[in-house]
């Protein structure tokens, strides 16, 4: 069994930043896709970013410019730095791992990002 946790969710005013972290425990992040989904209140779970195991990032539209994916494998932990923050990226954000690959994977429990002032 494998486990994702994240941290580095919070309350920030708009325009502010944040850095969510996701570690896993086993050394995957090399491996496989791995990437942050959020679900904002009333709304379904949507991809954020993702990276690839050759390296290759993914972004949604509404946050190309904004956010930055990226891992450290010997970490075994990826980031998600989020920048010029809005009320609309208010969300719970899950890290996600398609391990094994081409598998549903594991989800982590979840970090609460809200924008407000």
């Known amino acids: 069994q494998m486990q994702l946790v994240e941290s580095g969710g919070g309350l920030v005013q708009p325009g502010g930043s944040l850095r969510p972290s996701c570690t896993a425990s086993?050394?995957?992040?090399?491996?496989?896709?791995v990437g942050w989904y959020r679900r904002a209140p009333g709304k379904q779970r949507g991809l954020v970013a993702e990276?690839?195991?050759?390296?290759?990032?993914n972004y949604a539209d509404s946050v190309k410019g904004r956010f930055t994916i990226s891992r450290d494998n010997a970490k075994n932990t990826m980031y998600l730095q989020i920048d010029s923050l809005k009320p609309e990226d208010t969300a719970v954000y899950y890290c996600?791992?398609?391990?094994?690959?081409?598998?549903?994977?594991?989800w982590g429990q979840g970090t609460q990002v809200t924008v407000s002032s």
């Open positions: 086993r050394s995957i992040f090399r491996i496989v896709t």
């Open positions: 996600h791992a398609e391990y094994p690959p081409n598998s549903p994977g594991y």
């Open positions: 990276i690839t195991s050759g390296g290759r990032r």
